[in-house]
């Protein structure tokens, strides 16, 4: 047989490079074997039936592959395919598809993962598998769930809170979340307060005041504001500048103190009554005096009218307007009287702690002079107004002069009306700080140290049965801290009871103040 050396070249040639490229063949398909196997997510292959055809290592180590030949049995337990399938989609349209998809293991617990298919094609461009990958986000999932039960949880405590809060625009004041109580005490439901503005629950007079106030103050008492059917509540304020979603914004709790306020307005009403009663005395004497002139005046016309006697032109002008100056004089203490006895509006308003004492003590002047009880006044001029209720303050001031009175009068009853009377009232008023003092002293019995920690308590009295109610002191106690005073006892200089009460005096004072420095 004849050789043909250049065909046998030519075919060993060829012969190598096939060998070659089967060698490098198989070198990228163990490669790609490799990429495959040490993926770290799951894959499997399947085919339109949806049997598991091929699958990585991590697939392996996830599934129980013992379980079935189809996906659905391997997956998830399942003896028929799942509803939505992305396989089954991608078999469909020859499209790629994602899912999120879970399934209950056998202790009740829950695995999760996030699937990713593709179609496999064979060289026609016919689909004859499916790719299917999964990323194990079953820890993420937990988190997720842990957070959204956490959140839950706190949102049901924020509803649950029986005050009202409220999350703020700190700019607009615009209402960003509420809880449930808003409706129990604003009438409205969440859903209606939601996007409104904060400033709209205000009194229109207040507005503007509050609108300045709610960025500034962490917490603003006794405000008045409105229903969705028109009614005043009554609420202390706390605010406090946090984050929400994110974004800065005002937490405002809103406590109802409405009932409170009425109790212990009633409560304080009765026992204005009771120092009524006091004033009367007072009045009686006050009015007196500008009765007698009239009396005087009028005696004296008829006299000379009587007689036939002309009144010269003189005598008349000045008896006439003696006469009007004293019914101006009896109109003050009855309006006075009146304005005491009527109502407050449980408003706070500036007051001058001056004017307020003032009063108080001009119902009592004739009665002191009465008694011999001297009056020493220490007020300061020019003092800072306070935010207070003039008539509730007036209230504060008449009880500690009544009790003033009454303790000298029982420590003195038995001096020598004769002798150099020591029966004396201090009142002293001074700007200290940011706080408006008042000191209330007098020269009668002192109190008792084991008496001292009642004194303020509702229904302690040591007068006789009678005479006093025990009210005074607890009510007064009560009305100073509703202007966010103090009231206490304080050292006496001179031998009987000290009373020693302070005021913070008006923001914007405060701000005026602060500005000028
Ligand atoms: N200036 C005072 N001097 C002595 N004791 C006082 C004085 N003020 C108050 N007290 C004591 O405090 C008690 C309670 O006062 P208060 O609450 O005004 O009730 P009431 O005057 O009706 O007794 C008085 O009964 C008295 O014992
Ligand atoms: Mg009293």
């Known amino acids: 047989m004849q050789v043909n050396l250049p065909i046998l070249l030519l075919l060993l040639c060829v012969g190598t490079l096939v060998c070659f490229l089967m060698l490098k063949l198989v070198r990228q398909r163990r490669e790609y074997r490799i990429l495959f196997e040490s993926v770290p997510c799951t894959i499997s292959i399947q085919n339109k039936n949806f049997e598991i055809i091929r699958y990585n290592r991590e697939f392996a180590d996830t599934f129980d592959i013992s379980q079935g030949k189809y996906c659905y049995t391997v997956y998830k337990g399942l003896r028929e395919r799942c509803v939505s399938c992305p396989v089954s989609r991608t078999f469909n349209d020859g499209k790629s598809h994602y899912s999120e998809e879970e399934r209950t293991n056998k202790d009740g617990s829950k695995k999760f993962w996030i699937v990713k298919t593709a179609p496999i094609r064979n060289t026609k461009g016919e689909i004859t598998a499916a790719i299917e990958m999964c990323l194990d986000v079953t820890h993420r999932k937990e988190l997720e769930e842990e957070l959204s039960r956490s959140e839950k949880k706190y949102y049901a405590i924020f509803n649950n809170i029986p005050n009202p809060v409220f999350v703020l625009d700190p700019d607009s004041h615009r209402i960003l979340d509420c809880n449930r109580s808003v409706e129990a005490v604003y009438g409205y439901a969440q859903s209606e307060v939601i996007s409104r503005s904060f400033l709209d629950f205000f009194v229109e007079e207040d507005k503007s005041h509050y609108e300045f106030n709610l960025n500034k103050a962490s917490e603003i008492n006794q405000v008045k504001q409105v229903t969705k059917d028109g009614a005043i509540r009554f609420v202390n304020i706390r605010i406090s500048p946090t ?19 009425e109790a212990e307005h009633q409560l304080s009403q009765a026992s204005k009554l009771a120092t009524l009663g006091e004033m009367a005395t007072g009045v009686a004497h006050e009015l007196n005096q500008p009765l007698t002139v009239i009396k005087m005046a009028s005696t004296f016309f008829m006299k000379k009218i009587s007689q036939n006697e002309a009144i010269p032109a003189e005598i008349l002008r000045n008896m006439s307007e003696k006469i009007s100056n004293n019914i101006d004089r009896a109109n003050r203490i009855i309006n006075h009287m009146r304005d005491f006895a009527r109502k407050s509006d449980m408003r706070l308003d500036k007051v001058q702690v001056n004017d307020v004492l003032g009063k108080a003590f001009e119902i009592f002047s004739q009665q002191f002079k009465l008694r011999q009880i001297a009056v020493t006044w220490e007020l300061q001029k020019n003092l800072p ?35 150099v009377s020591e029966k004396r009232i201090f009142l002293k008023t001074a700007l200290k700080g940011k706080k408006v003092v008042v000191e209330v002293e007098d020269t009668g019995t002192g109190i008792p140290k084991g008496i001292q920690n009642k004194i303020f308590e509702p229904f302690f009295t040591t007068k006789e049965v009678g005479k006093g109610t025990g009210l005074g002191l607890s009510i007064s106690y009560g009305i100073v801290k509703d202007f966010h005073g103090e009231i206490r006892l304080c050292d006496p200089f001179h031998g009987g009871a000290c009373f020693h009460l302070e005021f913070p005096i008006h923001q914007l004072t405060q701000d005026v103040e602060h500005g000028k420095k």
């Open 385 to 419: 107004v306070i935010m207070a209720d003039a008539g509730r303050l007036e209230q504060v001031f008449i009880n500690l002069l009544v009790n003033a009175r009454d303790s000298i009068e029982k420590r003195w009853a038995k001096s020598d009306p004769n002798a």
């Open 243 to 261: 984050e929400f979603l994110g974004q800065h914004v005002l937490l405002v709790t809103a406590g109802d103190i409405t009932k409170r306020l």
